[in-house]
């Protein structure tokens, strides 16, 4: 090893821009040594002065390279642990969660029987679900970020395994919401998941993988309700329960084999206030969207719960801003691109929800209603059945898109698509061939939509929030799809028909319920255009890490010395070629 008194070759004035693995490790200081741990398959030549070293420093022998010393915390990508298993894993965790979310579709209709109960209480069953996962997703996702991600996901499958034993057990009412709620904890798996993607994999797997998880909740209810359907026919329906909760037992040892822990810690403790005030908060307000339609909207209940809500969330938020370390960042969160990607993330929730509610109804009404299409619940599910499948397709198909154009076009793609299905969908409801073209449509724009969000939440905060922020998210697609079921349940009922005394969803309930979504897609692409432009991968290179906010002068060193990329410590351009 050479001192740094003598002058560097060429090839060595080159330094970190020649080599790659260079280019992300190197501290770029003038005269500093390459910090890069020697596993590279291009090991490091030892003193790698990235340009020529001022005077007052060539004096100085350069020393050997030691590891960096540990830190709190760390946002190195264990690259060399992560296998190419990891995203199928994660991508079958969040399909496990989205088929308990599924699994009562077929037997909807039938629960007041079931369980001995009237239809009011019945529909307790699926809002207890709806509720405890409102609460769980930015719960665990914060969670996640201060003690473990993998962690979190593996305790989230496993309450709702533990749910899923409990509903098989029992036709009690009371035991049955109990285990539904317990499974609505999953629902924090699909943000952690995504975290650990973050974490875990090279920038160039990333696209796709986050897509993939992403799209897994439609992936899962699409797959899982023509199967849901099988079951419930020629099985009994606690089979059902059964079936989740040995996918789930399933997706814990997968994950617990082959998914490494995230080393990403965030900094602080946990904020309990803050998470019973979100939870206290949120359960005041969706308890009226789910019930309101059984209450009535204008009744005392509902509009009290709707004011007591608002008033509860707003002081938690001027809570929030004063604690040192907040459940949810909201001044993140007031971010341009994080505050329109999470209010363009309630619009595509609404749209993905409204044609799981009106195409199975409209398959399975009887023909003699004049409009109904007279299939099985298990060729309903088969009909339907592409719009997840597509979902899934189109990972691949967003990550090249979005390599080239960035999240926000493909975003602003997706949602052109969806209003183009629907639009369409208004004259395909004559045949059941026309749903499934229908399907495919709409399952390409939610796909692309549904995989941009992670890649323009996650390029847009720190890699110690990933998991809080996208739990956010995750959290306000479920609340755009809470919106569409109360919605387009009102509206179904105030347009049918009653035969014999059963109400009947008429042919135009349908297509309002389809304008809606139209609707609620043009909101979202007007909040679409006005988000920054800018590609995610640049983003997530310059994003402060938490090491860089615990040492902002050594960020600001390493950006000063970056050949081409700014300013040396005396304030003179550092040119890419080290000259």
Not at 54 to 59: C, E, H, V
Not at 164 to 177: E, G, K, N, R
Not at 352 to 377: D, N, R
Request: glycine fraction near 12%; hydrophobic fraction near 45%.
């Amino acid at each position: 090893m050479r001192p740094s008194s003598v002058s560097p070759t060429p090839k060595e004035r080159s330094g970190c821009a020649d080599v790659p693995h260079h280019r992300n490790s190197c501290l770029g200081v003038r005269g500093s040594v390459c910090t890069y741990p020697r596993t590279s398959t291009r090991p490091c030549k030892g003193a790698h002065p990235c340009t020529t070293p001022p005077a007052r420093l060539r004096a100085r022998p350069v020393p050997a390279w030691r590891p960096p010393p540990m830190t709190q915390t760390t946002t190195a990508r264990p690259t060399d642990r992560a296998s190419g298993a990891v995203v199928p894993v994660l991508a079958f965790a969040g399909i496990v969660v989205a088929v308990m979310q599924t699994l009562l579709v077929p037997v909807v209709k039938d629960l007041p029987r079931l369980l001995d109960t009237s239809p009011s209480d019945a529909t307790w069953v699926l809002t207890s679900t709806l509720l405890s996962g409102a609460v769980a997703t930015p719960i665990m996702g914060r969670l996640g970020d201060l003690y473990g991600k993998r962690r979190m996901l593996v305790t989230s499958l496993a309450v709702m395994v533990a749910g899923a034993l409990v509903s098989a057990s029992t036709s009690d009412l009371l035991l049955m919401i109990a285990g539904r709620t317990l499974q609505g904890f999953a629902m924090g798996a699909i943000p952690l998941g995504i975290g650990l993607m973050r974490d875990l994999l090279p920038h160039e797997r990333l696209g796709s993988a986050m897509a993939l998880m992403s799209s897994s909740i439609g992936v899962g209810g699409g797959l899982a309700l023509p199967a849901a359907a099988l079951v419930a026919q020629h099985a009994d329906w606690h089979t059902l329960y059964l079936g989740a909760a040995g996918l789930g037992a399933l997706a814990i040892a997968l994950t617990l084999l082959v998914v490494p822990e995230s080393p990403v810690r965030a900094k602080g403790a946990f904020d309990l206030p803050g998470a019973l005030g979100l939870s206290a908060g949120l359960v005041l307000f969706l308890l009226p969207v789910s019930k309101g339609g059984d209450w009535g909207w204008t009744t005392g209940t509902t509009l009290g719960l709707f004011g007591a809500a608002a008033a509860v969330l707003l002081l938690w938020g001027l809570m929030e801003l004063r604690v040192p370390a907040p459940l949810v960042d909201l001044r993140t969160t007031a971010r341009r691109e994080v505050l329109l990607t999470n209010l363009a993330s309630i619009m595509v929730g609404v749209s993905f929800f409204v044609v799981s509610l009106v195409l199975p109804q409209l398959l399975q009404l009887p023909a003699e209603t004049g409009h109904g299409l007279g299939q099985s619940m298990v060729v309903a599910g088969l009909c339907v059945a592409p719009l997840g499948l597509t979902m899934m397709f189109t990972a691949p198909v967003y990550a090249r898109l979005s390599a080239r154009y960035g999240p926000k076009a493909t975003l602003v793609l997706g949602l052109l698509i969806i209003a183009a299905g629907y639009g369409g969908g208004l004259g395909l409801m004559d045949a059941a061939w026309q749903t499934v073209v229908t399907s495919v449509v709409l399952g390409t724009g939610i796909g692309l939509a549904y995989s941009s969000l992670p890649a323009l939440i996650t390029g847009a905060v720190p890699a110690s929030e990933t998991g809080a922020a996208n739990g956010l998210n995750t959290l306000m697609r479920s609340i755009g799809t809470s919106v569409s079921s109360a919605v387009v349940g009102m509206v179904l009922a105030d347009t049918a028909d009653t035969v014999g005394g059963t109400e009947i969803p008429t042919l135009h309930g349908f297509r309002v319920s389809f304008l809606i979504a139209t609707a609620a897609v043009a909101v979202g692409l007007l909040l679409a255009l006005f988000l920054p432009g800018g590609r995610p991968s640049s983003r997530l290179r310059l994003r402060a890490s938490s090491e860089e906010e615990a040492h902002p002068e050594r960020a600001e060193t390493a950006l000063r010395g970056l050949p081409g990329r700014g300013r040396d410590t005396a304030g003179a351009p550092v040119p890419a070629d080290g000259g």
